[in-house]
C-alpha cells in the first residue's frame, strides 16, 4: 500500500496516465495529476480522488518546458510535502516516414517525450536524494525496443529514455531511489484509436495473448514497481505487451 506517499503522473488527465492515477489513489497515494490542456477531466479526477479520501491536485504544465516542469515539481513539495513516486507518462505521437517526416514533428516529439522526462526528472532527484528514497517509473513503448516504420521520432524519444532509466539507475540507486522504465505493447486509448481496424487486427495477431493491451495493465506494473514489491529492482525495462518484443 502507498498510504502516506505523493506520487506525481505527468498527463494523467486521460488513457494510461489516468489510470495509473487511479491506481495509485487506490492504493492510498496522495496525486498530482499533471495535464496540459484537459483542466476538466483533471479536476474531475482530483475530485474523485478526494472521495477516495486521498489528497490531490491538479497542475497544468508541459512538460517540455523546463521551468513548467520545475513549477510542476516544486508545488507538490510544496502542498504536498514530498515527491516519492514520480511517473513520466505524458507523451504524443506526430506519426510520418522518416523521408516525409518535418523537422517540427520530429522536434516536438522529441521536446516532449525525451526532453520532457529529464525536465521532470531534473527537478525531481534533487529533492529525492535528500529525502534518501524514491521510485522514478518512466513508460517508454515497445517502439522504442524494436522501432516502428512511420515512427522514428517516437522510437528514438523512447529508446533514449530507456538509455536515460539505465544511467540513472547506476547514479542514484546508493541513495536509496529505484528507477524503471515500462514498455507498453498496444494499449487501447485515444493516441490509439485512429489507427485502422485492420492495422488493430494485425497488431493483435502479433501478440502471443491475441489480445490488445488495456490501461489498467500498465497501471498496474506501476503499482508494482512503486510499491514495497518493486523495493529490489532497478534498472529494468519491463515489457507489458501481451507479448509482442521478446
Ligand atoms: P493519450 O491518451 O494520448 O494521453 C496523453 C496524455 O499526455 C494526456 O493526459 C495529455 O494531456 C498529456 N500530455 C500530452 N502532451 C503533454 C505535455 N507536453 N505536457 C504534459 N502533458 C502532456 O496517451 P496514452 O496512450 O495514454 O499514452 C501515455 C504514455 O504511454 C505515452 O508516453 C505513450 O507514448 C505511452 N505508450 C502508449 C501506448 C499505447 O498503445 N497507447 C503504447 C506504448 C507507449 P491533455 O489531456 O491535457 O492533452
Redesign the pocket.
Known amino acids: 500500500m502507498l498510504k502516506g506517499k505523493t506520487a506525481v503522473v505527468?498527463?494523467?488527465?486521460?488513457?494510461?496516465?489516468?489510470a495509473i492515477a487511479v491506481k495509485l489513489a487506490e492504493q492510498g497515494a496522495n496525486i498530482v495529476v499533471?495535464?496540459?490542456?484537459?483542466k476538466d477531466?483533471a479536476d474531475k479526477l482530483v475530485k474523485e480522488f478526494e472521495t477516495l479520501g486521498t489528497k490531490a491536485l491538479a497542475i497544468q504544465?508541459?512538460?517540455?518546458d523546463f521551468s513548467q516542469a520545475k513549477n510542476l515539481i516544486n508545488r507538490t513539495k510544496e502542498e504536498l510535502g514530498a515527491v516519492d513516486i514520480l511517473v513520466n507518462?505524458?507523451?504524443?505521437?506526430r506519426d510520418g516516414l522518416v523521408m516525409r517526416m518535418t523537422e517540427e514533428d520530429f522536434d516536438r516529439v522529441i521536446e516532449?517525450?525525451l526532453k520532457?522526462v529529464f525536465n521532470c526528472i531534473r527537478h525531481t532527484v534533487p529533492l529525492m536524494v535528500k529525502q534518501r528514497s524514491g521510485r522514478i517509473i518512466n513508460?517508454?513503448?515497445?517502439?522504442g525496443l524494436l522501432g516502428n516504420p512511420g515512427q522514428a521520432n517516437?522510437s528514438a524519444a523512447?529508446a533514449g529514455i530507456i538509455g536515460m532509466t539505465k544511467t540513472l539507475a547506476k547514479e542514484i540507486g546508493s541513495r536509496g531511489i529505484t528507477v524503471n522504465a515500462i514498455?507498453?505493447?498496444?494499449?487501447e486509448?485515444?493516441?490509439?484509436a485512429e489507427l485502422a481496424d485492420k492495422l488493430k487486427e494485425t497488431i493483435k495477431d502479433s501478440t502471443a495473448l491475441g489480445k490488445l493491451g488495456k490501461?489498467e495493465n500498465i497501471a498496474d506494473a506501476v503499482a508494482f514497481l512503486a510499491g514495497s514489491t518493486g523495493e529490489y529492482i532497478t534498472g529494468q525495462v519491463l515489457s507489458v505487451d501481451g507479448g509482442m518484443a521478446f
Do not use: C, H, Q
Open positions: 505527468t498527463g494523467a488527465s486521460r488513457g494510461i496516465g489516468k499533471n495535464y496540459i490542456n484537459n477531466e504544465a508541459d512538460i517540455s507518462n505524458a507523451g504524443i505521437t516532449v517525450n520532457g513508460i517508454t513503448s515497445v517502439a517516437y523512447k514498455a507498453p505493447g498496444f494499449i486509448t485515444d493516441m490509439t490501461p
